[in-house]
């Protein structure tokens, strides 16, 4: 979920990653992927803030001959604030139909994100074993209903290098 401190305006953000896997004996180039989204996002007053995002994944290696190299979806997030530094979220990526026959799900998850100082420390309950986004939004395989809930962590820091000038009156 894309965190701001401006409430009523929309912000935007264009996030591309790449990302090589240490799992597979396959040539170098085949383990390769990468992922581009657009995300919109949006902050209503002091508690909820709700996020769209389209995705694009590209994967040079796919699972069958009928899956496709290219994959994309659509992604929804929400927050909810319970306090200074505690929220509430839920995620929702929708895999476009007709892209990917093998036995993939869509992503969802919630999580409690609590903030001390400059850490956030993320606690989430999801479906996806993953928790990058070739991963989660293209090899889910869990369904909630039978019980595939997978608990991850995750610790953000933030760095200032340079502190904005303090102007003088």
Request: aromatic content about 18%; some cysteine; proline content about 2%.
């Amino acid at each position: 979920m894309y965190h701001f401190e401006e409430k009523g305006c929309l912000k935007s953000d264009f996030w591309v990653n790449f990302f090589c896997s240490a799992r597979s004996t396959y040539y170098f180039d085949a383990r390769l992927s990468y992922c581009t989204e657009l995300i919109l996002a949006r902050k209503f007053g002091n508690i909820f803030s709700l996020q769209i995002a389209s995705a694009w994944v590209q994967k040079n290696l796919v699972a069958t001959p009928e899956d496709h190299n290219n994959l994309f979806s659509i992604g929804t997030g929400i927050s909810f604030r319970i306090s200074d530094v505690i929220s509430l979220n839920g995620e929702y990526h929708y895999l476009i139909p007709g892209q990917h026959l093998s036995e993939v799900t869509n992503s969802v998850s919630i999580s409690c994100d609590i903030k001390t100082g400059q850490h956030v420390f993320q606690l989430f309950l999801t479906n996806s074993q993953g928790n990058f986004e070739q991963a989660f939004i293209t090899e889910t395989a869990g369904k909630w209903y039978n019980g595939d809930i997978y608990f991850g962590f995750n610790i953000h820091r933030f760095f200032t290098l340079k502190y904005p000038k303090v102007q003088k009156k």
